[in-house]
Antibody, heavy 127, light 109 residues
Framework: QVQLVESGGGLVKPGGSLRLSCAASGFTFSDFYMTWIRQAPGKGLEWVSHITYSGSTVYYADSVKGRFTISRDNAKNSLYLQMNSLRAEDTAVYYC????????????????????WGRGTLVTVSS | QSVLTQPPSASGTPGQRVTISCSGSSSNIGSNTVNWYKQLPGTAPKLLIYSNNHRPSGVPDRFSGSKSGTSASLAISGLQSEDEADYFCAAWDDSLNGLFGGGTKLTVL
């Protein structure tokens, strides 16, 4: 079954750390860029970070740069998000998603979309 | 505030045609393709339209996408009660950022 399953969310105090995991199954994980997207309660979607096939290149939203680290283990079909120095505004459901399209692209227009999503894991940052 | 601008709400009656707009700039919609997602309450988003106007397998042909310049639109024809949901547009920005619109809540009256 083709699916993504996130885990690792929970309640953490401001300034704390948390590591999210995403287990992929049913497809060749190493053939895809992977992405983390979050959604604050009652708000819209926000791209957080994405990682290339081998993990050699990563990209981050300005809002998390320097605090979050994305990584992957293709042998374990797993994606990770290490979140440090957490803030109240990081409170959100975090989704793992399979990305289609390689961005940035040397040949625009660039495709960038997500055809498979996990159910999400809730991260709450509060004292 | 999202860089991709969508109306916060839209509505229509069953059978009607509804369009949702998404406005961006030359560095995102003007340079790259647009995609659309549907999200029901408490669930993950689902891909509806990719590469401006392509439908993934299983998405009814009542849904269509278009793009012109720095704007894009999602059209839903033959509106049904199950279309009531939040809809988000998205595009890559050449400033090395992924962008989503703020979302449009569609109500079927």
């Amino acid at each position: 079954q083709v699916q993504l399953v996130e885990s690792g969310g929970g309640l953490v105090k401001p300034g704390g750390s948390l590591r999210l995991s995403c287990a992929a199954s049913g497809f060749t994980f190493s053939d895809f860029y992977m992405t983390w997207i979050r959604q604050a309660p009652g708000k819209g979607l926000e791209w957080v970070s994405h990682i290339t096939y081998s993990g050699s290149t990563v990209y981050y939203a300005d809002s998390v740069k320097g605090r979050f680290t994305i990584s992957r283990d293709n042998a374990k079909n797993s994606l990770y998000l290490q979140m440090n120095s957490l803030r109240a505004e990081d409170t959100a459901v975090y989704y793992c998603a399979r990305q289609m399209g390689e961005v940035p692209s040397a040949t625009p227009p660039a495709d960038w979309y997500f055809d498979l999503w996990g159910r999400g894991t809730l991260v709450t940052v509060s004292s | 505030q999202s860089v991709l601008t969508q109306p916060p709400s839209a509505s229509g009656t069953p059978g009607q045609r509804v369009t949702i707009s998404c406005s961006g700039s030359s560095s995102n919609i003007g340079s790259n393709t647009v995609n659309w997602y549907k999200q029901l309450p408490g669930t993950a988003p689902k891909l509806l339209i990719y590469s401006n106007n392509h439908r993934p397998s299983g998405v009814p042909d009542r849904f269509s996408g278009s793009k012109s310049g720095t704007s894009a639109s999602l059209a839903i024809s033959g509106l049904q009660s199950e279309d009531e949901a939040d809809y988000f547009c998205a595009a890559w920005d050449d400033s090395l950022n992924g962008l989503f619109g703020g979302g449009t809540k569609l109500t079927v009256l």
